[in-house]
Every structure is written in structure tokens, then in C-alpha cells.
T-cell receptor
């Protein structure tokens, strides 16, 4: 089945530094990937839609200059949290689908970010 | 706008049946998904409904009524491992509900 790999699984960084999270589709090509953020005991909140070869589409309230998304190939999307602050500490999850809106999303295992 | 509602928490007994409801109001609709998420892990796909009616898959079934903006997930023969959060999500952009935390007790 479709596999999405996310790296790293967890990361601890100091306030003010930047962190890059990678999301790879291992056995399929994903023209679209999605980035979610999840705070404890809350649901997944869609941050942005990552489109291969074009600019990402950000949801309302998500700062595009703070959460940089690059989707340079059909199998890789990256999310960079720039100048991280403690309030950015969260569980970040990427996902991709095989054929679009009617296919279930396959999720990466998530990245737990802790900013100290 | 988009709004998805589901109960925050539910409890049930091992071996029992539980129904988790989800109501939605969205501007676009390409189907409704149910996902299971254990604490600290990524969601896993359970079911997908695009037409009205019941979809059965083993112990899990999902129902959809598009005219009512309503779906439910039915879990039969509950096991302890079914204790998790259950998220309904509406396609087009796969907006998630807040999730229902199900606790299964012996």
C-alpha cells in the first residue's frame, strides 16, 4: 500500500532557530501533499496544501513566511518552521493521496516538535 | 464556511456496540472519511462514504446521509485496542472534525 515517510519523528530546538521537516511518498507520486498541525487533545488542523512545482496554498491564519513549504519533486515536500518559538511546539503531520480528493489520505508518522 | 461536529468523548464496554455521530456543513463535498488515531500516532484510514447508505468493513461500518449532512461510524464487538480518537473528515479539502475520544472499559 501507499506509504508516506516523515522525518524526523521528533525534534527539540532552541527558540529562534529553524527546523525542517521532510515528507516523502515512498511508492507513489504525489502532486499534492498536505501539512497538518495537532495540539494535544485537539484535531488535525490543515495548515497548507503543498503543490508540486508551484506555491503552497495556506489556510487562513497560517503565516506563510513562518512556515515555509517547498514541494520540489513528486515525492518530497518539506516544511520549515522558521524562527521557532515555544508556541510552535506541536505535532506536525504530512499526508498525501494517490489520485486526489476521493482517495484516502496516507499520513506520515508525524513529527513532534518541542521548542525550548 | 465549514463546520464539522462530533462528540468529544464516549465510553463503552468491551464487546459492546458504539455509534459515533458526525454532522457537517461544508461548501464542497467529495465524500466523508473516518480515521482512527491512537495517542501520539498519525491517523489511519477506516472508511470512506461518497454515496448515501451503509458501508460495512468487518467490525466497522460507516453510514452517510448527504441530504442531512450526517454520518456515523459503528463499531461492533468492541475491543480494548479500539480505545482511540475517531476523526471524521470531509473531502474536498479534508477538513477534520475535532475527533471523538473513545474509551473502552472491560
Amino acid at each position: 500500500g501507499a506509504v508516506v515517510s516523515q522525518h524526523p519523528s521528533w525534534v527539540i530546538c532552541k527558540s529562534g532557530t529553524s527546523v525542517k521537516i521532510e515528507c516523502r511518498s515512498l511508492d507513489f507520486q504525489a502532486t499534492t501533499m498536505f501539512w497538518y498541525r495537532q495540539f494535544p487533545k485537539q484535531s488535525l488542523m490543515l495548515m497548507a496544501t503543498s503543490n508540486e512545482g508551484s506555491k503552497a496554498t495556506y489556510e487562513q491564519g497560517v503565516e506563510k513566511d513562518k512556515f515555509l513549504i517547498n514541494h520540489a519533486s513528486l515525492t518530497l515536500s518539506t516544511l520549515t518552521v522558521t524562527s521557532a518559538h515555544p508556541e510552535d511546539s506541536s505535532f506536525y503531520i504530512c499526508s498525501a493521496s494517490l489520485t486526489g480528493n476521493n482517495s484516502p489520505l496516507h499520513f506520515g508518522n508525524g513529527t513532534r516538535l518541542t521548542v525550548t | 464556511g465549514q463546520n464539522i461536529d462530533q462528540p468529544t468523548e464516549m465510553t463503552a464496554t468491551e464487546g459492546a456496540i458504539v455509534q459515533i455521530n458526525c454532522t457537517y456543513q461544508t461548501s464542497g463535498f467529495n465524500g466523508l472519511f473516518w480515521y482512527q488515531q491512537h495517542a501520539g500516532e498519525a491517523p489511519t484510514f477506516l472508511s470512506y462514504n461518497v454515496l448515501d447508505g451503509l458501508e460495512e468493513k468487518g467490525r466497522f461500518s460507516s453510514f452517510l446521509s448527504r441530504s442531512k449532512g450526517y454520518s456515523y461510524l459503528l463499531l461492533k464487538e468492541l475491543q480494548m485496542k479500539d480505545s482511540a480518537s475517531y476523526l471524521c473528515a470531509v473531502s474536498h479539502k479534508l477538513i477534520f472534525g475535532a475527533g471523538t475520544r473513545l474509551a473502552v472499559h472491560p
